[in-house]
C-alpha cells in the first residue's frame, strides 16, 4: 500500500501566487524527499529533509515536516507558469525503497 | 555519463512481442531502480538492484518481466508477451547507495503495446 500521500490531487493557482502541497505518511521516516515531474517524464529531486529537521529552504521552495503529525508540506513562493508539473514527495521505507505517493498536479496559471 | 540515460524513449510493439528497455545509471551509483508509471499515476516500484546483491523482484507484475543488470552498471527490463495493460513509462532511477540519498531519474521509456 501506498505510504505517502500527497494532496490536493490537483491544484491550479494564478501566476504570482504561493502554491502548497501537502503529504502525509503512515510510518517513521528517516527523511522525506519532494520531487518533481514534468510532463510525465523523468522525476528531478527538489528537497531532502531529514526527521529532526523542522523546516528546510531551497530558493523559492520552502518545506516543512511534523513528524507528529506525519505529514510534510511543500511551498513554492511566487509561483511562475514554468512550475507547472506534478509534485511527488517519498519517504524512505524498509532498508531502500523510497515509498511514494500519487502526487500533486500543479498548474500555473499566466 | 551525467545522467541515467534510458533508451529507446518511445517504443510502439505489437500485443504478444517481447520488448526490451535499457537503463544506464550514473557512473559510480550502485543501486539501481526500475519504476512503472502508468498516465496520470503514482510510481509503481519494479525491481531494485543493490551492488552484488541478489536484486529485489518484489514489483514485478508478473512472470513476463525480468530484469538483469550486468557487470553493476547498465541494466535491461524484458517485458515478454506483451498486454496493452502493460503501456506505461518505465522509469530507472539510480542512487549512490541505498535509500536515504537523492535519485537520480531517467528520462524514461514510453512504452505503448497495439
Known amino acids: 500500500s501506498q505510504q505517502g500521500e500527497e494532496d490536493p490531487q490537483a491544484l491550479s493557482i494564478q501566476e504570482g501566487e504561493n502554491a502548497t502541497m501537502n503529504c502525509s505518511y503512515k510510518t517513521s521516516i528517516n527523511n522525506l524527499q519532494w520531487y518533481r515531474q514534468n510532463s510525465g517524464r523523468g522525476l528531478v529531486h527538489l528537497i531532502l529533509?531529514?526527521?529532526n529537521e523542522r523546516e528546510k529552504h531551497s530558493g523559492r521552495l520552502r518545506v516543512t515536516l511534523d513528524t507528529s503529525k506525519k505529514s510534510s508540506s511543500l511551498l513554492i513562493t511566487a509561483s511562475r507558469a514554468a512550475d507547472t508539473a506534478s509534485y511527488f514527495c517519498a519517504t524512505d521505507g524498509s532498508n531502500y525503497q523510497l515509498i511514494w505517493g500519487a502526487g500533486t498536479k500543479l498548474i500555473i496559471k499566466p | 555519463g551525467a545522467g541515467v540515460s534510458q533508451s529507446p524513449s518511445n517504443k510502439v510493439t505489437e500485443k504478444g512481442k517481447d520488448v526490451e528497455l535499457r537503463c544506464d545509471p550514473i557512473s559510480g551509483h550502485t543501486a539501481l531502480y526500475w519504476y512503472r508509471q502508468s498516465l496520470g499515476q503514482g510510481l509503481e516500484f519494479l525491481i531494485y538492484f543493490q551492488g552484488n546483491s541478489a536484486p529485489d523482484k518484489s514489483g514485478l507484475p508478473s512472470d513476463r518481466f525480468s530484469a538483469e543488470r550486468t557487470g553493476g552498471s547498465v541494466s535491461t527490463l524484458t517485458i515478454q508477451r506483451t498486454q496493452q495493460e502493460d503501456s506505461a513509462v518505465y522509469l530507472c532511477?539510480?542512487?549512490?547507495?541505498?535509500?536515504?540519498?537523492?535519485?537520480?531519474f531517467g528520462e524514461g521509456s514510453w512504452l505503448t503495446v497495439v
Open positions: 529533509i531529514r526527521s
Open positions: 532511477a539510480s542512487s549512490v547507495t541505498k535509500s536515504g540519498n537523492t535519485i537520480y
